[in-house]
């Protein structure tokens, strides 16, 4: 493979220069794939390669785990059941091919730079048509690169793609450093694409991805020409007209989130909190991050995921030891101030596709924030639509930005 040709070809053999400042305010590197630069911020090509004895290390783990047991007559309303979850570990280590998923990844163009002295991991696959729009696809969590492997193909011939494992998630991980808030995230991914050299890009982003593209509009709006997100979250403003106003539909919509608020966010109440204690836990055990995860997949999918593509990612997470970092990411998004203070609408344009389970997204309430000039929803489709329905999500991508 050509890996120069996932690179812009004006980043090829520019030297570093002291007096350069990028356009976020860092040392403006570009990439050399000659060696003539040995800079951090670099752009390194990357492969996948987990050492045969990390893999042994997981299957001794995993057929010597210490199981708990179950009340009779239970099901998944208390978590994930003891016989489900034998059955996946018992998969996981028998039969499960990580090779396999190293094989997809590194048939892709995969690259490392450092933005903030953090490593940041990412995918870029250019369009064969050079005026293409550049698009950068984020991924929230559960999730990892491998959501968008159906997507790649799906807009590879109309988009040129970057797709970042996040900072602190999988290949990125773990940061080494408190403070990095999604904030700070969404300026280390716009520096990301300057330093690719893309003048004009879109965002597109589910669940934490959600978050981040509209900041990433806010932060690089000169340059984004549009965010497109699934899993929007979005909260009343207090106006009793706006109350007054919803629909059947979007009443239900608020009172699934009340639901998930009350009876499905203690996940999240953990990690935003007390983050290093349930990283503990899933650094050490490997059935415990496959609990951990599975759970939000059978909870939050309309569709069944498949299998493999379930334990890929949670071996991406065992793998590259990033369950702390990933807590920890929630601890800054819960105690970051500026996050929630109220802020005037982002001028960038905004589409949101909405679909059916875990998505709680109403356009009125949106609309307070952002530009919205797109919406659609779906009856097809839960919370991780790159997985479940790659069609509808391209298309509706394809649409949004079309009309930019």
Same mark, same amino acid.
């Given at each position: 493979m050509?890996?120069?040709?996932?690179?812009?070809?004006?980043?090829?053999?520019?030297? $570093? %220069?002291?007096?350069?400042?990028?356009?976020f305010g860092l040392p403006l590197f570009t990439a050399s794939l000659n060696g003539m630069t040995n800079t951090a911020s670099e752009i390194r090509p990357f492969r996948v390669e987990i050492p045969q004895a990390d893999l042994d290390y997981?299957?001794?783990?995993?057929? &010597? !785990?210490?199981?708990?047991?179950?009340?009779?007559?239970?099901?998944?309303?208390?978590?994930?059941p003891v016989a489900?979850? %034998?059955?996946?570990? !018992? /998969?996981?280590?028998d039969e499960f091919d990580w090779r396999a998923t190293e094989r997809q990844l590194n048939a892709l163009p995969q690259f490392t730079?450092?933005?903030?002295? #953090?490593?940041?991991?990412?995918?870029?696959?250019k369009s064969e048509n050079a005026d293409a729009t550049a698009l950068l696809l984020l991924h929230g969590w559960p999730g990892t690169v491998l959501d968008f492997l159906e997507l790649i193909?799906?807009? %590879?011939s109309d988009f040129h793609l970057v797709v970042p494992s996040l900072p602190g998630f999988g290949f990125s991980g773990p940061v080494t450093e408190a403070g990095w808030t999604d904030g700070k995230v969404a300026a280390a991914l716009a520096e990301l694409m300057a330093r690719l050299g893309y003048e004009r890009y879109g965002v597109h982003g589910g669940d934490v991805g959600a978050f981040l593209g509209p900041l990433i509009g806010r932060?690089?709006?000169?340059?984004?020409?549009g965010v497109h997100a699934n899993a929007l979250v979005t909260f009343p403003a207090g106006d009793p007209a706006d109350m007054a106003a919803l629909t059947e539909s979007e009443q239900a919509r608020l009172k699934a989130m009340k639901q998930f608020q009350d009876d499905g966010s203690a996940y999240m109440q953990i990690v935003g909190t007390r983050p290093q204690t349930?990283?503990?836990?899933?650094?050490?055990?490997?059935?415990? #991050?496959?609990?951990?995860?599975a759970e939000k997949y059978q909870e939050w999918a309309e569709q069944p995921i498949e299998r493999d593509r379930?334990?890929?990612?949670?071996?991406? /997470?065992?793998?590259?030891?990033?369950?702390?970092?990933?807590?920890?990411? /929630? /601890?800054?998004?819960? &105690?970051?101030?500026?996050?929630?203070?109220? %802020?005037? $609408?982002?001028?960038?344009?905004l589409g949101v596709a909405v679909f059916t389970t875990a998505d709680f997204a109403i356009r009125r309430f949106a609309e307070k924030a952002h530009n919205v000039v797109h919406w659609s929803e779906f009856y097809r489709g839960g919370h991780f639509p790159a997985l479940e329905v790659p069609d509808l999500l391209s298309a509706d991508i394809r649409e949004f930005f079309a009309t930019l």
């Open positions: 050509d890996i120069s040709a996932a690179l812009p070809t004006n980043a090829l053999l520019i030297m $570093p %220069k002291d007096n350069e400042i990028s356009r997981l299957n001794d783990r995993l057929r &010597h !785990a210490r199981w708990t047991d179950s009340l009779p007559g239970v099901g998944w309303e208390r978590g994930v489900d979850l %034998k059955e996946l570990a !018992a /998969y996981w280590a730079t450092i933005v903030e002295d #953090q490593k940041l991991h990412f995918v870029h696959v193909e799906e807009l %590879k932060v690089d709006a000169d340059h984004v020409v349930i990283a503990h836990a899933l650094a050490d055990s490997p059935v415990g #991050q496959l609990a951990w995860i379930l334990l890929a990612t949670v071996s991406v /997470y065992w793998f590259t030891g990033t369950a702390r970092s990933v807590a920890n990411s /929630y /601890y800054e998004r819960f &105690h970051d101030a500026s996050m929630w203070m109220p %802020k005037a $609408p982002s001028p960038t344009p």
